[in-house]
C-alpha cells in the first residue's frame, strides 16, 4: 500500500493516533467497504482478462456517470457473474455481449455491495464472458483521505477543482465495478474520462488522445498496456501543468517521465524532478528495471498525502527533501512500482512484501546518500512505532481491514507491516550477509534475469512470503524456517538474556512457544568483536579478565524484545 505511513516516527505516531480516533468509523465503514479475504466460489470461477471504465465527472455536483465493460475468461462452471460496487452507488442496466449485440441481462445489486448478474445459461471453462455495467450517484467522499479512502473533491487557491480517488483500504468498487480482489487483475485496461474544460485528467498508463466536445467538456483516453491491481487505478483531475523529461532505463528504454502539478507549484515541480530520477536510478540498480517502460513514469500533485497508483503515484508532501535529506513520500511511493504493482500479493495477508520491502528501502537509500549511520538512524526511528500485536504475515486470508488498518475484534492500529516488515529485512541482511541478501532482493523482483529486459508486463506476478523464504534459502543454502516462523508468523519477539559471570557470558534466546531460534550474535569485547554462534539458542563465550562490560549486538542488527 502506500509508504503514505512512513517518513519519520514522528509522522508514524502522528498516523497511529489519527488511525485510533477514526477506528470505530472505519470498522464500521468497513463491515462492506474492504478488499480481499476469501474469495467468493463464483468470484474464482472467472478471470478478468480486460477493463475498460467510460466515466463523466461532475465537479459541480460530485457525481459520476459511465459504463464499466469487463471481459473474463471462465476457469469453472458460472452462472452468475458477480463483481462490487459500493451501494452508494445505483447500477441502471447489465448487458452481455452476445454475437456483437448488447443483450440486458437481470441483475441483482445487493446490499453487501455486490452485483449478481444472471448468464442465463451455464458457462464452461474456457468461454469469454463480456458484459457491461451501467451506474453513476454520488461517490463516497474520503473522510481522512488516502488512509480511509474515496474521492477527494478540493479545490485550487483559484477555486478551481482538484479531484483525487484514494481507496487501497476499501477497495476500487468505491468508485468502479470490478471484482474487487487482489488476485486478480486485468492483462490491460482503459480509461474514458469526461471532464470539463479546462480540467485535466491525469491517469494510469499512456495518454492516447484528448477529444474534445461540443459541450465544453474534453475526454481523456488513457490506456494500460500492463497487469494493474484494481486499487492501483486511480483519477487525478485539477487544471494541472506538466512538468516533462525522459529517462534513459538500465535496460535502454527511454521512458516518458511527467510530474502533473498545480499551476503554482510548477517551479517546485522542476526543482524537485531530478531528485525525482535519481530516486527511479537507485532502484533500478538495486532491482532492475522499472517495470512499466512501456507506459509512462508520472507523479499526480494531489490534495491528499500519497498512494503508488500505477504509473501515477500520487504525491502530496511538501516539495522537500528535509529533515533527511531525501523527499521520503516519493522515494516510498515510487519504491511501490516493484513491491505492490511489479510483485503483488494476491491475498492481503502478505501485505508486508509490499509496506514493509518499501519502507526499508528508504533506509538503502539512505545508507547509499549519507552512509552507514544515516541507515542505522532511520531504522532506529522505526523501533518505538513496533507494536507486535499481531503476526505481520498470517497464514490465512486477510481483508485490508484485517491486515492494515485495524484489528476487527479491537479496534486497535498499528503499522508493523512497514517498520517491524523493515526490520525484519535489516536483520536477515545481518544473518545472510550483504551479497545473498541483495541478491535476494533483486530476484524477489524479477526471478529470471531475462524478464529485466522485458516491458511488456510479463514480469509482472503474484506473490506469497513463502516465495520469499523459499527465495532465500535457495540463494543461500540454508534452512531459515526458524527465523521467518519467530519473526513473521508470530507476533511476539525473542528475548536474549544475557548473564555475566565472573569469567564468562551467558547468552540464551527465550522465544514464544521455545521454538527454535539459532541466531547468531555479535559480541564487543574490548576492541574485538566476535560473531558468537548459537546453534541451539543457547551459547557461554569466555571473558577473562575484563574491566568493561562486553557488549552485544553493537550495530543493533538483531530485532528483539528489549530488556
Not at 522465544?511 to 576492541?527: A, K, N, R, S, T
Request: hydrophobic share 40%.
Amino acid at each position: 500500500m502506500s509508504g503514505h505511513l512512513k517518513g519519520s516516527l514522528a509522522l508514524g505516531l502522528v498516523i497511529l493516533s489519527v488511525q485510533a480516533a477514526c477506528a470505530q468509523r472505519l470498522l464500521d465503514r468497513r463491515v462492506t467497504n474492504h478488499s480481499g479475504g476469501p474469495l467468493l466460489p463464483e468470484q474464482a470461477a472467472y478471470d478478468v482478462t480486460f477493463y475498460d471504465l467510460a466515466l463523466r465527472i461532475d465537479p459541480a455536483a460530485r457525481r459520476i456517470d459511465g459504463t464499466l465493460e469487463v471481459q473474463a475468461r471462465v476457469v469453472q462452471p458460472l452462472i452468475w457473474f458477480v463483481l462490487d460496487l459500493d451501494t452508494a452507488l445505483t447500477v441502471q442496466k447489465v448487458e452481455e455481449r452476445v454475437a456483437g449485440q448488447w443483450v440486458p441481462r437481470g441483475f441483482e445489486h445487493r446490499a453487501d455491495g455486490r452485483i449478481w448478474t444472471h448468464l442465463t445459461r451455464t458457462r464452461q471453462p474456457g468461454e469469454r464472458v463480456v458484459l457491461r455495467v451501467h451506474y453513476g450517484g454520488v461517490p463516497r467522499e474520503a473522510p481522512y483521505p488516502p488512509w480511509i479512502g474515496g474521492f477527494t473533491w478540493a479545490r485550487t487557491a483559484d477555486g478551481q477543482p482538484w479531484i483525487a480517488t484514494s481507496n487501497q483500504g476499501e477497495g476500487a468498487d468505491l468508485w468502479w465495478p470490478c471484482k474487487d480482489h487482489p488476485s486478480d487483475e486485468p492483462d490491460s485496461m482503459a480509461l474514458r474520462i469526461t471532464v470539463p474544460e479546462p480540467l485535466v485528467v491525469a491517469s494510469n498508463g499512456r495518454l492516447r488522445r484528448v477529444e474534445p466536445h461540443a459541450d465544453g467538456t474534453r475526454t481523456y483516453h488513457w490506456f494500460v498496456s500492463t497487469p494493474i491491481n484494481n486499487y492501483g487505478v486511480a483519477l487525478n483531475i485539477a487544471p494541472y501543468r506538466t512538468v516533462d523529461t525522459t529517462y534513459v532505463s538500465v535496460a535502454g528504454d527511454t521512458i516518458p517521465v511527467t510530474f502533473w502539478v498545480l499551476p503554482e507549484r510548477e517551479a517546485d515541480a522542476r526543482r524537485m524532478l531530478p531528485e525525482f530520477l535519481d530516486h527511479l536510478a537507485f532502484y533500478e540498480r538495486l532491482l532492475g528495471p522499472y517495470p512499466f517502460r512501456a507506459d509512462k513514469y508520472g507523479i499526480a500533485h494531489t490534495p491528499f498525502l500519497g498512494m503508488e497508483h500505477q504509473t501515477i503515484i500520487a504525491y502530496g508532501s511538501d516539495f522537500s527533501d528535509q529533515p533527511y535529506g531525501f523527499d521520503w513520500l516519493h522515494h516510498h511511493e515510487l519504491g511501490h512500482e516493484w513491491w505492490g504493482n511489479l510483485v503483488t500479493v494476491y491475498d492481503w495477508k502478505d501485505f508486508w512484501l509490499h509496506e514493509g520491502f518499501c519502507t526499508y528501502m528508504q533506509a538503502l537509500y539512505a545508507e547509499e546518500r549519507f552512509g552507514v549511520e544515516a541507515y542505522r538512524a532511520e531504522l532506529r526511528r522505526y523501533l518505538p512505532a513496533i507494536r507486535n500485536r499481531r503476526p505481520i504475515a498470517p497464514r490465512t486470508s486477510r481483508t485490508t481491514t484485517e491486515m492494515y488498518f485495524a484489528d476487527p475484534a479491537t479496534g486497535q492500529t498499528d503499522n508493523d507491516i512497514y517498520y517491524k516488515g523493515s526490520w525484519v529485512l535489516h536483520t536477515l541482511r545481518y544473518l545472510i550477509g550483504d551479497e545473498a541478501f541483495f541478491r535476494a532482493l533483486r530476484r524477489m523482483a524479477y526471478p529470471d534475469p531475462a524478464l529485466e529486459r522485458m516491458s511488456g508486463g510479463c514480469a509482472c506476478r503474484f506473490a506469497t512470503t513463502d516465495d520469499f523464504i523459499s527465495l532465500v534459502e535457495a540463494i543461500t543454502g540454508q534452512e531459515l524456517d526458524w527465523f521467518f516462523e519467530v519473526y513473521v508468523r508470530r507476533a511476539e519477539l525473542p528475548r536474549l538474556l544475557v548473564v555475566r559471570e565472573p569469567d564468562r557470558l551467558v547468552l540464551r534466546w527465550e522465544v514464544p512457544g521455545d521454538l527454535p531460534f539459532p541466531m547468531p550474535v555479535e559480541v564487543q569485547i574490548g576492541e574485538t568483536r566476535r560473531r558468537i554462534p548459537m546453534p541451539n539458542g543457547k551459547a557461554v563465550v569466555p571473558l577473562g579478565e575484563l574491566e568493561a562490560d562486553p557488549i552485544i549486538d553493537p550495530d543493533h542488527w538483531i530485532l528483539r524484545a528489549s530488556d
